[in-house]
């Protein structure tokens, strides 16, 4: 391990890992490369050529799925470690932390325990009879929605999942200082959670906006015993607090752990915490199993920086009948210059040490992102994401503010289910799927989180 830590693409120790450059262009000679086949499915069976780092191209005989992500921490050309030196050792002592804890019998059992009896999995997959019924068409035609209950975990979210296992790992660590960003607060309550249940020290970054908008959140990581930083940089969101959490680390990286929130970050956070995500596909293959002795054919969740959609996703990369989805926030509008649609509209560079599509204009500076949800609102992605893009794996999509809002009352009015905002807008590009989809075939939608957060937010637009 230790040599592939030292083979990987460093930006040095100038600390201008926090500020957006683009790739310089690779030589013509050995471009990034995909395999082109006639269907996504045909494309993952073939042998694909893609970077390694920017200035080798690296032959990889194997499917694209087998090789997320190579020893580099890449993803084909996305992920990678940008990051100052400092950080170097605690990113290489967390890896092999990870790896070894993998294979722990005593730390496994931990974690399922904690799993089952703390954050109360497994989730349901839950037959959305209502809304199925909302889609069918004049026939009586149409695709039937499952949805994998994410917001009954404890704490409201898909987020708790990851939390827990950092939490556990930082113990192993022997680090008892934690901090994290958030931006809906989800992931900041997650960690404020475990913190409280370990006895860990919390510190959460937060963008004043986000505190603003998300109150409720702020004031339950306090109630736990959490302090939260109001971070003003920028426009005081996600982004901001993430470059504030990282700043801190860098600064007392020997005694605290960052829990990261996403799929996003530098190796081996979107491995990670995919990884611990990874339970929500397990799950629905095996109730899928259950209900109807099948697959899903079809699986939909919101893209933030990923990690609810990685999660249900990894599972099922190599399943090459089943539909990956991914859905972005489309803010105003895709041509309005105020959105999160980053896969849809973003370009290649380098933002929170990794490699990634990105939000940024033409001299590589980040263009501030919007979304009416606060954990969309995040001008990166995570490069898994970036790499299901490019090969063709996955489709990537996106839903204004205002679908969102109708889809956030849509599901409360037929369901009694308050989804999380971020959650809407996979729900709301369901009202474009659907009426493309055969009769019959299983959707599975991440409800990722509950709304009661968002309520706040959503009394000033919605009229009920
Ligand atoms: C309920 C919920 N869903 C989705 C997200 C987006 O994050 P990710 O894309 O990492 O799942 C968030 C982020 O805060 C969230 O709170």
Redesign the pocket.
């Known amino acids: 391990m230790a040599a592939s830590i030292k083979a990987a693409p460093s930006s040095s120790s100038s600390g201008k890992f926090l500020t957006l450059h683009r790739p310089r262009p690779l030589p013509p000679s050995k471009p990034a490369r995909f395999a082109v086949g006639p269907s996504p499915a045909r494309r993952l069976r073939s042998t694909i050529s893609c970077t390694l780092t920017r200035d080798a191209a690296v032959r990889m005989d194997e499917p694209a799925h087998a090789l997320r992500p190579d020893s580099f921490g890449r993803f084909g050309k996305f992920g990678g470690k940008y990051v100052p030196e400092t950080l170097m050792y605690a990113l290489a002592e967390l890896e092999s932390a990870f790896h070894a804890l993998a294979g722990d019998d005593e730390f496994q059992k931990e974690l399922e325990g904690i799993l089952k009896d703390y954050v109360g999995r497994e989730s349901p997959l839950y037959f959305a009879e209502r809304l199925t019924e909302h889609y069918k068409r004049p026939n009586g035609e149409g695709p039937h929605i499952y949805l994998k209950r994410?917001?009954l975990n404890h704490t409201?979210?898909?987020?708790i999942n990851n939390a827990v296992a950092q939490a556990l790992l930082a113990k192993r660590l022997g680090k008892k200082r934690i901090i994290a960003e958030?931006?809906?607060?989800?992931?900041g309550v997650a960690t404020a959670t475990v913190c409280a249940r370990f006895g860990l020290q919390c510190i959460i970054y937060m963008g004043a906006q986000d505190m603003e908008r998300q109150a409720l959140n702020v004031f339950r990581m306090r109630l736990l015993g959490a302090e939260v930083r109001p971070v003003n940089s920028g426009t005081a969101t996600l982004k901001d607090a993430t470059s504030e959490a990282i700043r801190d680390w860098v600064t007392n990286v020997e005694t605290t752990h960052y829990i990261l929130?996403?799929?996003?970050g530098p190796h081996p956070y979107p491995m990670m915490v995919r990884e611990f995500h990874a339970v929500i596909g397990k799950e629905t293959r095996r109730q899928a199993l259950e209900k109807w002795g099948g697959k899903p054919d079809v699986l939909v969740?919101?893209?933030?920086?990923?990690?609810?959609?990685m999660?249900l996703f990894h599972e099922f990369v190599g399943d090459e009948d089943v539909r990956l989805i991914g859905v972005e926030a489309a803010g105003f509008g895709l041509d309005s210059g105020k959105h999160a649609a980053t896969l849809t509209k973003g370009e290649v560079g380098v933002l929170h040490g990794a490699m990634s599509y990105l939000l940024q204009d033409e001299d590589g500076q980040i263009v501030e992102p919007h979304s009416i949800?606060?954990?969309?609102d995040y001008p990166g992605v995570?490069p898994e994401h970036s790499f299901l893009k490019d090969v063709g794996r996955a489709e990537y999509y996106s839903c204004t503010d205002e679908e969102a809002l109708e889809a956030f009352k849509r599901l409360s009015r037929l369901e009694g289910i308050i989804p999380?905002l971020?959650?809407s807008h996979a729900l709301g590009f369901l009202e474009k799927l659907c009426p493309t989809l055969p009769d019959g075939v299983k959707v599975v939608l991440n409800c990722?989180?509950?709304g009661d957060k968002d309520v706040q937010t959503a009394i000033k637009y919605l009229k009920v």
Not at 261 to 264: H, I
Not at 301 to 309: F, T
């Open positions: 994410e917001d409201g979210a898909h987020k958030t931006g809906a607060g989800q992931h929130g996403s799929v996003a969740a919101c893209i933030g920086g990923g990690s609810n959609a999660g949800s606060a954990g969309l995570g999380a971020e959650t990722s989180g509950r």
